[in-house]
């Protein structure tokens, strides 16, 4: 079946501008992640979604990062003013839904990333 | 979230087994441990997990010391498709798995 797909796959920016970054998660997965990678590091969490609502956004670096899931399933990371500090490679993993059973698995599946340069 | 430890890099000769440690001495009694590896260009794939047991899949097996604050992540057989950066991660299996990835190890296969 499909996996996590974002788009674009790469995205060149100025300085200053606004961008949008697209997630289209497993169909049927209510939990969504963003994840930051800059070069050499490990990803970095950023936001989390179960369903519509962002159930854990601590990851986010400043008020310059937003996200939005408004129908619980595709997701939008919006960045504002972007800096050249910016530039990383933004990955989307989603998950199945909690399980009922206490000690339930749930697998993130991630995407390919979408590389953000900010010139 | 506990902390881990991993080497940096290691290497390995296509078709041999590769051990690749990590170190949590600081891990709590609801931490699970968790890999995931990342080969290049392409995002994090989840390769196993356990709490205390050892566990096979048909990908790996895990080895968790008896304190559990050590594991090693075994591939039994490494092919040149395995290398790739693996992450050892810790965290608790109730809710939300958010993912706190170190630097993890980069593995090479050797032809």
């Known amino acids: 079946g499909a996996g996590v797909s974002q788009t674009p796959s790469n995205k060149v920016t100025e300085k200053g501008k606004y961008v949008e970054l697209r997630c289209d998660p497993i169909?049927?997965?209510?939990?969504l992640y963003w994840y930051r990678q800059s070069l050499g590091q490990g990803p970095e969490f950023l936001i989390y979604?179960?369903?519509?609502?962002?159930?854990?956004d601590s990851g986010l670096p400043n008020d310059r990062f937003f996200a939005v899931r408004p129908e619980g399933s595709v997701s939008t990371l919006k960045i504002q003013r972007t800096e050249r500090g910016d530039s990383a490679v933004y990955l989307c993993?989603?998950?199945?839904?909690?399980?009922?059973?206490?000690?339930?698995?749930?697998?993130?599946?991630f995407g390919p990333g979408t590389r953000l340069t900010v010139l | 979230d506990a902390k881990t430890t991993q080497p940096n890099s290691m290497e390995s000769n296509e078709e041999e087994p590769v051990h690749l440690p990590c170190n949590h001495s600081?891990?709590?009694?609801?931490?699970?441990i968790h890999w995931y590896r990342q080969l290049p260009s392409q995002g994090p794939e989840y390769v196993i997990h356990?709490?205390?047991s050892n566990v096979n899949n048909r990908m790996a097996s895990l080895a968790i010391a008896e304190d559990r604050k050590s594991s090693t992540l075994i591939l039994h057989r490494a092919t040149l498709r395995d290398a790739a950066v693996y992450y050892c991660?810790?965290?608790?299996?109730?809710?939300?798995?958010?993912?706190?990835f170190g630097t993890g190890t980069r593995l090479t296969v050797i032809p």
């Open positions: 991660i810790l965290s608790r299996l109730t809710g939300a798995n958010n993912l706190f």
């Open positions: 993993a989603s998950s199945q839904p909690s399980g009922r059973a206490k000690h339930s698995y749930n697998e993130q599946f």
């Open positions: 979604f179960q369903g519509t609502g962002a159930a854990d």
């Open positions: 600081t891990i709590s009694g609801t931490d699970y």
């Open positions: 169909s049927g997965h209510t939990a």
């Open positions: 356990g709490l205390t």
